[in-house]
């Protein structure tokens, strides 16, 4: 396994100890950047945790990431103010752009993770798109190549 060791060390950090078991996952999820089926098994094999229980918290919370991420990740709003004001088009747009169809939400070179989100807290911006740390708003479908090439 390629973290063995820095997954060991995430282990020897919290075993035995009551409600770990979602710090050492989020440890764990920090080192690799997702949650692969080959640490979460070898998590249950140290720490004698079933491997469906580890897979029912990965999957129940929303902060595990079960896949790779893109280098940049794209939150598109879909609360009410970004629904009324036309998020649909706006994820659509960033989808087009990314050549990024179906079930699909990271792109093939790996640079993008788009994902939807219940509110961003920029009510007043709607719609709303954040790429990492960056906001932005009063969005049209026009307006996402020019911020998405900031990225690329």
Known sequence: MKYKTEIDIAINKFIGKKGAL???LQNA???EGY???????YVSEKTGIKLAHIYGVATFYTMFRLKPQGKHIIRVCKGTACHVSNANSIMNEVNNHLNLSGEEDTTKDGNFTV?????LGCCSLAPVIMIDDNTYGKLTPDS???ILKKYE
């Open 22 to 24: 979602i710090p050492l």
């Open 29 to 31: 999820q920090d080192i």
């Open 35 to 41: 949650l692969s089926k080959e640490i979460m098994s």
């Open 115 to 119: 994902m939807s989100v219940a509110c």
């Open 144 to 146: 996402i190549g020019k």
